[in-house]
């Protein structure tokens, strides 16, 4: 009995000491290959795994090795990674940590914990493709020694500009070798010295065309923008370059040897600002609020501006190279500025519908029936447009034959049309303005003059029309 539980010992113990041996030599196998226990390189677990893998897992959390280019003659550029085949590879530094591991002893780093292992790569790149790239750079293009020599100064929608293809001139195999030799040290910023660039050698006549443009582009430099109310309009280097004269010979200029200003062309362009802004006398049209389309004949409201003085403000900013937003001098404004400059805020008075309407912002806020002109005493309020252009309480109207005191009076019409109380009227709108209308002024209820005369400034446009 007791030689049978040796032996049964005896043969589980083999057992178990087959098994761990079987163990550690798969062990010793697999770490032949792969990484021990507690591996971490560049902060990634490489436990069990092999070169290859952990390759592919560094190179596709690692950065991306874009290579900037930079000079002081040309804006940042990019070439990027793939476009030259550029990769960062581990597989060196990789070989070596697994060559250091000794896979008898694997066992050991179980309770032996690694470093963790900061490793760069190995930068692989085409070199054919990166000298294309490189060639390929606006600055090396710009600058190719290759190009037939200008120096220029032409005239776009954008007004002058210097057409400058002498400047400088680059080696393309300098920088595509300066930046080959920069990847191999691992910069990706690359700058290109400016010992780089070679300058060419300028012709009299060239010479000449930087001088005229250095005063040109100075000329040119200002900024003056015109508030026209709703729209503004910008005099910058387009327009200011129409105020020059230039022939064949170059740029005219004064005998003090400044650019020459053409007055005439100045005077032209503020001729065009006014024909387009300036409303007063002008037949306008109109769409009234019932949508119909009126036409103004007479046309008492409106702008205009003072043209004299916009042409000596225009010649002195230009002659200053001001920078500056400004408002022009009017002799008459409207009540708001701009090509629309009846606005949204104005009175309608429709004589047909016996109507008075009173927006504000292009909304009809309060609309009153009225009394008008009688047409069969020739009385008849006439269709115009105007504005109001006085206010008065506690006033008398007074003609040859009348006298009448008025509670609310706003002159739309020299002093004897306007709107007001009317309280000797039993009735107002409809056709009473026939048998029993006004002498030309617009009848109101005492309770609706009184509200208009509240709301209503000096200056709103009134419409009248049939």
């Known amino acids: 009995m007791k030689s049978r539980i040796v032996t049964f010992f005896t043969v589980s113990i083999s057992v178990i000491l087959v098994f761990f041996m079987a163990v550690y030599v798969l062990a010793v196998l697999k770490y032949k290959d792969t990484y021990f ?16 893998t952990v390759n592919d897992m560094l190179k596709s959390s690692g950065k991306v090795y874009d290579i900037t280019v930079s000079s002081s003659y040309g804006q940042k550029e990019t070439i990027k990674a793939e476009t030259v085949s550029l990769t960062a590879d581990y597989t060196n530094p990789l070989r070596e940590i697994l060559a250091g591991q000794n896979a008898l002893f694997w066992v050991a780093n179980i309770f032996n914990p690694l470093p963790d ?3 760069e790569p190995d930068i692989i790149f085409d070199p054919v493709k ?3 790239a490189s060639d390929g750079l606006s600055v090396v293009k710009k600058f190719d020694p290759g190009r037939p020599q200008s120096l220029e100064i032409e005239l776009s929608d954008n007004g002058y500009f210097l057409n400058d293809t002498t400047g400088l001139s680059v080696n393309p195999l300098n920088v595509s070798e300066l930046i080959e030799r920069e990847i191999r040290q691992e910069n990706y910023d690359v ?9 060419k050698d300028l012709t009299e006549e060239e010479e000449k065309t930087l001088t005229d443009w250095k005063d040109v582009s100075s000329f040119i430099s200002s900024n003056i923008v015109y508030d026209m109310g709703a729209e503004k309009i910008t005099i910058d280097s387009a327009v200011l370059s129409t105020f020059l004269s230039r022939d064949a010979i170059g740029f005219k200029r004064n ?18 600002i006014c024909d387009r802004y300036e409303t007063l006398g002008k037949v306008r049209k109109f769409i009234s609020v019932n949508d119909e389309e009126k036409t103004f004949e007479s046309n008492l409201y409106g702008t205009r501006i003072d043209v004299k003085a916009e042409e000596e403000y225009i010649l002195s900013a230009v ?7 400004h408002v022009p001098k009017y002799l008459k404004e409207g009540f708001v500025r701009g090509l629309d400059d009846i606005g949204g805020t104005r009175i309608e008075i429709d004589l047909t519908r016996q109507k008075l309407y009173y927006l504000v ?5 309060k609309t009153y029936d009225i009394v008008s002109g009688n047409p069969n005493n020739d009385k008849a309020t006439p269709e115009m447009l105007c504005s109001v252009i006085k206010k008065a309480e506690d006033t008398y109207l007074q003609g040859e034959d009348y006298k009448s005191h008025v509670n609310y009076w706003m002159a739309i019409y020299k002093t004897y049309i306007g709107i007001h109380d009317a309280v000797w009227q039993s009735s107002f709108g409809g056709k009473r303005y026939l048998t029993n209308g006004s002498k030309g002024c617009i009848n109101l209820k005492l309770s609706d003059a009184e509200e208009l005369y509240g709301m209503v400034e000096l200056g709103t446009p009134v419409l009248v029309y049939k």
């Not at 002659?319 to 937003?325: A, I, L, M, P, R």
């Open 37 to 52: 226990y507690g591996t971490r390189i560049n902060g990634i677990k490489c436990v069990g795994l092999d070169v290859e």
């Open 117 to 119: 292992y900061v490793i």
């Open 130 to 132: 990166l000298k294309e």
């Open 191 to 199: 700058t290109i010295p400016d010992y780089y660039f070679v300058l």
């Open 255 to 272: 005998e003090d040897g400044s650019l020459f200003i053409d007055e005439e062309k100045i005077k032209a362009y503020i001729d065009d």
């Open 319 to 325: 002659k200053k190279k001001t920078d500056e937003v």
């Open 361 to 365: 912002d292009g909304e009809v806020s």
